[in-house]
């Protein structure tokens, strides 16, 4: 499966955006999707993840009720909501997919689960 993230930009603090996760080649559904974030400087970061029907999501505490994650299977999209941004938000947000098996929601943490990852597309958060 390819990806193609789309969506960021610069946004003052307090403010929103929404990022876009299009994927090709096999059946969407048939990934768990994830999203990721890496500050310069810093190690990349899990930020969210949603289940193949999108009836599960988890969430970091860091982002818990301020980013939504859901998907499209009919449009084989995953979305991130981002509200209430703070600068330390600032980073490039990935986007990643796992075609494996049900896991428990510790893997989906975890960036080695995900074996198909898009280009990243960068949020900036001013203060």
């Known amino acids: 499966v390819q990806l193609q993230a789309s969506g960021g930009g610069l946004v003052q603090a307090g403010g929103s955006l929404r990022l876009s996760c299009a994927a090709s080649g096999r059946t969407f559904s048939g990934y768990v999707m994830g999203w990721f974030r890496q500050a310069p400087g810093k190690e990349r970061e899990f930020v969210a993840a949603?289940?193949?029907?999108?009836?599960?999501?988890y969430y970091a505490d860091s982002v818990k009720g301020r980013f939504t994650i859901s998907r499209d299977n009919a449009k084989n999209t995953v979305y991130l909501q981002l509200s209430s941004l703070k600068p330390e938000d600032t980073a490039v947000y990935y986007c990643a997919a796992d075609s494996g098996p049900n896991r428990s929601n510790y893997y989906y943490r975890m960036s080695g689960t995900y074996a198909y990852w898009g280009q990243g597309t960068l949020v900036t958060v001013s203060s």
């Open positions: 949603i289940s193949k029907s999108g009836g599960s999501t």
